[in-house]
């Protein structure tokens, strides 16, 4: 199978669960010629600043532009990045963010945790780079009216891709080849 060129290196950015061998960031990663994703923690998994550091690691290591594909908290983690480093950035595809005041369900980290783990308050300014934020009509983790103000907020462009749930394979994603085609849109 060929690889999907890219003219920026894609930084994967990957949410709480990490690296999940069935989910498209994973299956992305191994179709794209140019990449790099921000490994796994072995501690201090819930700590925002120790993940944005490890985002900030792989971009040093980076020549050239980047797109940032980040998915769930991954996304959180941009955005706080962002308010914290600057590095010309060509683009982001943010999936799925969640909402960080919303409950949610059972086996997923509280509010207060979060909150006390440094990922509350969630950055609201503008990023200094375009961005695709995407979103479901049917996301546990986040309503729509939710990730709608968390794209406004950055200056992003929403894309509603309707009911998929939390983009994930247990939304029944796996593969998402659509992904493909957004980062080919932000390399242009």
Request: charged share 20%; with cysteine; glycine share 6%.
């Amino acid at each position: 199978m060929d690889k999907l060129q890219t003219a920026a290196t894609v930084l994967i950015v990957p949410g709480l669960r990490e690296h999940v061998a069935e989910h498209w960031q994973t299956l992305l990663e191994a179709r794209l010629s140019k990449v790099r994703s921000v490994p796994p923690r072995e501690t201090d998994k819930l700590d925002c600043n120790a993940r944005v550091e490890a985002i900030q690691h792989e971009l040093e290591q980076i020549d050239g532009p980047v797109i940032l594909v980040a998915h769930s908290a991954g996304v959180l983690m941009v955005a706080h990045w962002a308010a914290q480093y600057s590095r010309p950035i060509k683009g982001a595809l943010l999936a799925a963010p969640p909402d960080l005041d919303a409950d949610w369900p059972p086996g997923y980290p509280s509010a207060q945790t979060l909150r006390a783990q440094g990922w509350n308050p969630l950055p609201q300014g503008p990023l200094p780079f375009p961005s695709l934020v995407i979103a479901s009509t049917n996301d546990h983790l986040a309503s729509l009216p939710a990730v709608t103000r968390m794209a406004h907020g950055w200056g992003s462009e929403l894309r509603n891709l309707g009911a998929v749930g939390h983009l994930n394979p247990a939304a029944g994603f796996g593969p998402w080849p659509h992904a493909e085609a957004l980062i080919q849109e932000l390399d242009r």
